[in-house]
């Protein structure tokens, strides 16, 4: 029990607090009383009752309230269908459509069976009840297509989901109205089990030759942009839809981007959709494209539109409905298997093409984490689940395994053990030991990781291009090569475990100024503000201050000032370089060549 005291040192209240059950990690528990003798007296009073209760709150205590006949208190707000609609409505940081959704979902599946029990009740809810529902709902025939199946496993996840997330909230109130949560440990069906029948939702993986059979069957020139694009960008149909003239970049010659900061939205019952945020923060990126498929989009018309205008729309500048596309979508999948362009057997629809882009990326060498930022998946887990059977790599290592497991000596031991240029190209994961080094041109980096030195490599080449090559190394190489010593400084500490952080920067000068302020246009765009990607160990370029500026004195007899700024900030850089410029002016006059010095000082 403490006392609560304002800043005159006068006593304000008294509090007492206590962790639950008396565990060292139980959540702090709080009760306040008055600041007079009678409130001392009361949370004393109340201190004791926790400690004879074992930490807990003391039988018939309501917070905030004090010892309550239960006889008077109102059981209502303890019926689960009441406390549950509570729950979902005070819940924060979610959208209206989704408290929507979970409301239904709730008056739809759970409240049949719950509706009229007590929140409280260890008998109400219990592993024994949650798992019965949980089988009649894997028996329940929901409406998927234009068919009644049963429910699919993921849907029956979420509900389990939404349950669960309402029983916890139930052991977090405070006193808490349950000790555990019975949802915790039940275990689900199979999320890919869909049964014995082969018309599951299972992705169909397009080849390049299939998705283009599809393009070369769509009657309309802006669908088979639309198709070509979506397959060379791997975005989602919200987010494609939502695209916008300025979202499609070509920061400098050879290089060309999408940025993805929009995708439309479900609203409210009877609202429609909205364009909002990405599906999560990691939904927020740019991809880069092919020269080929931005020379589709100028086709589109791209560079006659208005920047905010969507880039594919339904013929009048509105939302391309799903609906409408999806027949003539169809209508393309069913010519092609007539000209045997696709199989039979594949029944593709356009999210698939989202699935195929990450197929062909790691079908050619690319990394899980490369098609995890280009996807915009949240976490690299997501990536893993849903393509991680593709990789190459981990299919032979799996037949190894079991090879081994049944006592089978693997086919062509020998000649891989022959094979230097195969040898060389094994990763080895030896950490301490092996490490990957990464040639950037000029610039040297060694990694831990053999994904991240490729992952690095690739992406150096596509925006700086120039020879990169990415070759296998031991630690004892690295150091004697960096120049460490045996010891903390060793040369080890620069190996990364991770890829290198990078910024968007914007440049504008340098502006060049002789001895008496005169202005020397060397480069006639040396003003106009240019960006582009730098790499945390592109220093001093890489910040993430707004802006830098720099005003320098030039080195030789010509007796030249300079001003430059730089930053990710694209305002702040224009302004700091017209403060550099003002800085530059102020101090030519003084540059230590017209006495006889040649040092090169700068002013930042």
């Known amino acids: 029990m403490v006392a609560r005291r304002n800043k005159a040192g006068e006593v304000t209240g008294y509090q007492v607090r206590w962790r639950l059950g008396g565990r060292r990690n139980g959540p702090w528990q709080t009760e306040r009383?008055?600041?007079?003798?009678?409130?001392?007296?009361a949370a004393e009073i109340f201190r004791d009752a926790v400690n004879e209760a074992g930490q807990q709150w003391p039988e018939?205590?309501?917070?905030?309230?004090?010892?309550?006949d239960p006889a008077a208190e109102d059981a209502s707000r303890f019926v689960f269908s009441a406390y549950a609609r509570q729950v979902?409505?005070?819940?924060?940081?979610v959208s209206e459509r989704y408290r929507e959704d979970c409301l239904r979902e709730l008056e739809t599946y759970i409240l049949p069976t719950f509706g009229n029990c007590d929140i409280r009740s260890t008998e109400h809810f219990s592993r024994a009840t949650i798992s019965t529902w949980v089988n009649q709902m894997a028996q329940t025939l929901v409406w998927r297509g234009s068919k009644r199946k049963p429910m699919s496993p993921k849907t029956l996840k979420n509900l389990r989901g939404l349950l669960s997330s309402i029983l916890e909230e139930a052991t977090r109130e405070e006193p808490p109205l349950r000790d555990r949560n019975p949802c915790k440990g039940i275990r689900l069906p199979r999320v890919d089990?869909?049964?014995?029948?082969?018309?599951?939702?299972?992705?169909?993986f397009l080849e390049p030759d299939e998705v283009a059979g599809i393009v070369k069957c769509l009657k309309r020139r802006q669908d088979q942009i639309f198709v070509r694009v979506a397959y060379g960008t791997g975005l989602r149909w919200g987010e494609i839809t939502a695209l916008a003239p300025r979202h499609l970049r070509n920061p400098r010659p050879g290089v060309h981007e999408v940025r993805v900061a929009r995708a439309w939205k479900r609203g409210k019952r009877g609202e429609g959709f909205y364009l909002g945020p990405p599906k999560s923060r990691a939904g927020r990126r740019t991809v880069d494209i092919s020269a080929g498929l931005w020379d589709e989009l100028i086709e589109l018309g791209v560079a006659g539109m208005a920047p905010g205008a969507l880039v594919?729309?339904?013929?009048?500048?509105q939302r391309l409905v799903y609906s409408t596309f999806y027949d003539r979508w169809k209508a393309a999948v069913a010519e092609a298997k007539e000209r045997r362009l696709i199989p039979e057997w594949k029944f593709p629809t356009f999210h698939d093409l989202r699935h195929s882009h990450a197929a062909a990326l790691i079908s050619e060498g690319h990394s899980l984490t490369y098609v995890q930022r280009r996807l915009g998946h949240e976490s690299i887990q997501t990536t893993s689940d849903t393509y991680g059977?593709?990789?190459?790599?981990?299919?032979?290592?799996?037949?190894?395994?079991?090879?081994?497991?049944?006592g089978i000596e693997p086919a062509g031991q020998a000649a891989d053990a022959d094979d230097e240029e195969h040898e060389a190209r094994r990763p080895l994961r030896e950490p301490g030991r092996v490490l990957y080094v990464a040639h950037l041109g000029a610039v040297r980096l060694a990694f831990w990781d053999d994904e991240h030195a490729r992952e690095l490599a690739e992406q150096w080449a596509q925006e700086r291009g120039g020879v990169v090559r990415v070759e296998r190394a031991t630690a004892d190489w690295w150091i004697r090569s960096t120049g460490g010593r045996v010891g903390s400084d060793n040369g080890l500490k620069a190996v990364r475990h991770e890829l290198p952080a990078r910024a968007f920067i914007w440049q504008a000068g340098p502006a060049v100024y002789a001895v008496d302020g005169t202005e020397?246009?060397?480069?006639?765009?040396?003003g106009e503000l240019r960006g582009s990607w730098v790499y945390d160990f592109e220093e001093p370029l890489y910040t993430d201050e707004p802006a830098l500026q720099a005003t320098e004195w030039r080195d030789g007899p010509a007796a030249e000032t300079e001003a430059r700024a730089w930053g990710p900030d694209r305002d702040a850089v224009r302004e700091a370089f017209e403060?550099?410029?003002?800085?530059?002016?102020?101090?030519?006059?003084?540059?230590?060549?017209r006495s006889g010095g040649g040092d090169r000082r700068a002013v930042r």
């Open 33 to 41: 009383f008055a600041g007079d003798e009678e409130g001392r007296r």
């Open 60 to 68: 018939g205590w309501v917070k905030g309230r004090g010892y309550i």
């Open 88 to 93: 979902i409505e005070r819940r924060t940081g």
């Open 193 to 204: 089990d869909d049964g014995v029948e082969d018309d599951g939702e299972d992705i169909e």
């Open 312 to 317: 594919f729309h339904n013929g009048h500048g």
């Open 389 to 406: 059977h593709l990789l190459e790599t981990a299919r032979i290592s799996a037949l190894e395994t079991i090879d081994r497991a049944l």
């Open 520 to 526: 020397i246009v060397t480069d006639p765009n040396a």
């Open 579 to 593: 403060k550099a410029r003002a800085d530059a002016l102020r101090i030519c006059g003084l540059h230590p060549a």
